[in-house]
């Protein structure tokens, strides 16, 4: 397992936001040590733009960045992945595809910037801390001796990045 990629894939429901927001931070800081997607159960078919004025303001390149369905990863023909995180509550919830390689899945819940009524400021905030939430998260992640942790530890180690339950 030593020099490999590892391939991520961030769901939520819309994929519009939280999920597109970690495909985002973790391809800047992984390197060439992960490749993160993201899609959704009922994708929303488009990127949110505060998501997008998110990523952009912290340099993140956008312009690859789409809302997909999950099915583009499931099924026999898609390409194996390591480790599927949930990112919103009711795709944790939902029935999710058999994955290709039985990746490691991990819920880590993140409140919804999308949802916050407000004026600009309030909800540009929602974005700007699940932003930093996801950033924190990953980049413990990233820190993550992989290659030298069984099944048990990993998973105890990705549980403890995502906080109390």
Not at 78 to 85: E, I, K
Request: glycine residues 8%.
């Amino acid at each position: 397992m030593k020099g490999r990629k590892f391939i991520v894939l961030f769901l939520c429901v819309g994929n519009s936001a939280r999920s597109i927001m970690a495909e985002a931070i973790l391809n800047h800081l992984a390197g060439a040590r992960f490749q993160a997607f993201s899609a959704g159960s009922q994708p929303a078919g488009e990127v949110h733009p505060r998501a997008l004025s998110t990523l952009k303001s912290r340099g993140h390149d956008t312009s690859a960045l789409r809302s997909k369905s999950w099915d583009e990863f499931a099924g026999a023909d898609a390409a194996p992945v390591d480790f599927v995180f949930t990112v919103c509550d009711h795709a944790a919830a939902e029935s999710c595809p058999v994955w290709p390689g039985h990746p490691m899945t991990i819920h880590w819940g993140i409140a919804d910037p999308a949802a916050v009524k407000g004026d600009d400021d309030t909800c540009d905030a929602a974005f700007v801390e699940a932003y930093d939430l996801l950033h924190r998260r990953l980049g413990a992640f990233v820190a993550l001796p992989l290659e030298d942790l069984d099944a048990s530890q990993l998973r105890a180690a990705l549980q403890e990045i995502a906080g109390p339950a």
